[in-house]
């Protein structure tokens, strides 16, 4: 064994300590294994925190076979470990650390506290009491030419080895919180596959006119559809001083992202009155004698001054039926992508082809992955949180299993 390296053979690490890594942890330590979990940050699930400030949606009530839909191209490979660990499973563990759930009115689930704090406080108990060990501030380096895994700690570099190895790193999305990324070139560098990381669940750049920059930022637009190619999803956005954020557009990113990818830019129809037909909106939009468009809009259509300035963008606002269908099929052109440090989460990672079925990487017999670190996406709603519980939980079983070899 080369100096400096501390010999942890009969242990089991985890890398990582957002859902995916702790509920492989915990997995694993209630199969029997001693876990010591590193992560770069001071304190466990910082993400996870942040995602308790809007309620913590955990997980979505809808049909399974529904909800695997949403995983797009990778809901093959997320099946196994989903069906394992499905939502019920999720709400029943999180009842078993004393916070209940609910079904809200779009079906999604949150505790009833609608706080993240109690459920990681619990969590964070019960692993203490299986034995979890945490090793705060620990950054995963790399590989070293014996494969063992190299930490820059506060003490300095130092390498370890272990019986089995989880890496449940993230993406790239909100790095101040611990996901950075920076596990890529490493993995890279070992010739492991990652396609590169993208913005997912994320805003879009609009060339906005100076007014709309400076004088509506920061507006809702509530009870819109945006549609783009077949898809149309109804919600509400943000206007940003950069373009649009929002649940709405955060449901097309993926199509809208690999379309500015492809041409360089993307155009969206926004129906500003999803709940009104065209005609209907034509009879409410007769213009008295004397009114103005602006009068006409807010109290035919019930606008806001925000959307009326983005049907202004286009040019001119029209009159009559025209404007009714203008009104309905506002078309947007979004030129860029958000950056990926406000998105919401990460598409790309390792790839599908260097996993085995067990989330153990090809190349290293003994080294698993789970959570956001793998290829796959899928809308906000329960799904993110839902595969990162799953996945780990897989890796969990697996890692166990090896280490009993």
């Given at each position: 064994m080369k100096a400096g390296t501390t010999a942890n053979e009969g242990r089991c690490l985890v890398i990582g300590a957002g859902p995916a890594g702790l509920m492989a942890a915990e997995t694993m330590a209630a199969a029997g294994r001693t876990v010591v979990v590193h992560d770069a940050s001071a304190s466990p699930a910082r993400k996870f925190l942040l995602a308790g400030r809007g309620g913590l949606n955990l997980t979505h009530s809808e049909p399974l076979q529904t909800f695997l839909a949403r995983y797009g191209p990778s809901a093959d490979r997320l099946l196994p470990a989903i069906q394992?660990?499905?939502p019920d499973r999720l709400r029943g563990w999180a009842?078993?650390?004393?916070?209940e759930t609910f079904i809200g009115s779009s079906r999604r689930v949150f505790p009833k506290s609608l706080k993240a704090t109690p459920l990681l406080r619990a969590w964070l108990r019960r692993l203490g009491e299986l034995g979890v060990n945490f090793v705060p501030r620990s950054r995963f380096l790399g590989f070293d030419e014996d494969g063992a895994l190299r930490f820059m700690a506060s003490s300095g570099e130092k390498s370890v080895q272990a019986a089995s190895v989880?890496?449940?790193?993230?993406?790239?999305?909100w790095p101040r919180l611990g996901s950075d990324g920076g596990w890529v070139e490493a993995f890279r560098a070992e010739g492991l596959a990652v396609t590169p990381l993208k913005p997912a669940n994320c805003g879009f750049l609009v060339d906005w006119s100076p007014k709309i920059r400076g004088t509506f930022a920061g507006s809702p637009l509530k009870n819109v559809a945006l549609s783009h190619t077949e898809m149309r999803v109804r919600g509400e956005a943000m206007v940003t001083s950069a373009g649009l954020e929002g649940g709405v557009i955060y449901a097309l990113s993926a199509s809208l992202r690999e379309a500015i990818a492809i041409h360089g830019s993307a155009t969206i129809t926004i129906d500003f009155k999803p709940d009104l037909t065209e005609a209907t909106l034509a009879a409410r939009l007769k213009r008295k004698p004397g009114q103005s468009l602006s009068t006409l809009l807010r109290k035919g259509a019930g606008l806001t001054p925000a959307a009326m300035n983005i049907l202004r963008e286009a040019g001119p606002l029209p009159e009559g039926e025209a404007l009714a269908k203008h009104v309905k099929n506002c078309a947007l052109r979004l030129v860029g992508t958000a950056s990926i440090a406000r998105a919401i989460s990460t598409a790309g990672g390792v790839s599908w082809r260097k996993i085995d079925q067990d989330f153990m990487l090809r190349k290293r017999p003994?080294?698993?992955?789970?959570?956001?670190?793998?290829?796959?996406e899928a809308p906000t709603g329960g799904y993110l949180l839902q595969a990162a519980f799953a996945t780990g939980a897989a890796a969990g079983r697996a890692a166990a299993r090896w280490a009993s070899k």
């Open positions: 394992a660990f499905p009842a078993e650390l004393g916070e989880i890496f449940a790193l993230g993406g790239a999305s003994g080294v698993f992955v789970a959570g956001e670190m793998i290829d796959w």
